[in-house]
């Protein structure tokens, strides 16, 4: 009989980490949804039947109870998604040290602890498998006024990304990279569809889609960045 596969994401809110976790429950696999809010996450565990957590992502002890309990309670991952960011819009003359750090901490220090983690893991099953993703953005290739305090995060979330997939691909452990040039729906004034228009903004389940399609790739054609935008977006 098959192992269930068991799918861990980080950053879990109404928008893009939702719709992880709802494809991952379709496909069959046991999800592990993880916020610092668990009490945000009730309705979402009751809809696909999948547990929740409470993490900061920027806490290495917090990272690794989460990842022990998910052992434990579900089994090893197979698939584990980094979906957490935090920014500020604001002047570098404004920004506070303080704030510039915050923004680091969630965007690039909580993608290695948590990459770090389903590493260890993944490695130590015989044979060493999983897929270990990380969501980025159009600052993860560009910064842009204002936008400082995404794109220090998002670059070196980038660069974590390139380094975990050359050290562990040839050991079974595919990383991959995935660039959300776009907003995504959401109900944020500035982000709801009737606002932009259908086909201006990104749609959670089709990027979940792509999360889900990079799981499924064969090992001798993996992708290590995958860039999304919407048919009508400028590039």
Wanted: charged residues 25%; aromatic residues 8%.
């Amino acid at each position: 009989m098959a192992e269930t596969e068991v799918a861990v994401v980080v950053g879990v809110g109404p928008g893009l980490g939702g719709a992880l976790a709802r494809r991952f429950a379709k496909a069959g696999m046991k999800v592990a949804a993880a916020a610092r809010r668990r009490e945000r996450l009730a309705a979402l565990a009751d809809e696909i039947g999948g547990s929740t957590y409470a993490c900061d992502a920027t806490s290495e002890a917090e990272v690794e109870r989460l990842f022990a309990a998910v052992e434990a309670e579900l089994g090893a991952p197979s698939l584990v998604v980094y979906n957490a960011s935090a920014f500020m819009r604001k002047s570098i003359l404004e920004t506070t040290a303080e704030e510039f750090e915050r923004c680091w901490r969630v965007a690039c220090l909580g993608g290695f602890l948590v990459g770090r983690a389903a590493a260890r893991l993944m490695l130590a099953r015989a044979p060493a498998r999983g897929t270990i993703l990380f969501t980025g953005a159009t600052a993860s290739l560009r910064g842009g006024a204002l936008f400082h305090n995404l794109a220090v995060g998002k670059f070196g979330l980038r660069a974590l990304a390139q380094s975990m997939a050359r050290e562990f691909q040839a050991k079974g452990i595919h990383v991959a990279h995935v660039v959300i040039d776009g907003q995504i729906a959401g109900e944020r004034p500035g982000y709801r569809r009737e606002e932009r228009g259908q086909d201006a903004v990104l749609e959670p389940d089709a990027i979940a889609e792509a999360y889900w399609q990079l799981h499924c790739q064969p090992r001798s054609a993996w992708t290590l960045e995958l860039d999304l935008r919407p048919w009508v977006e400028k590039f």
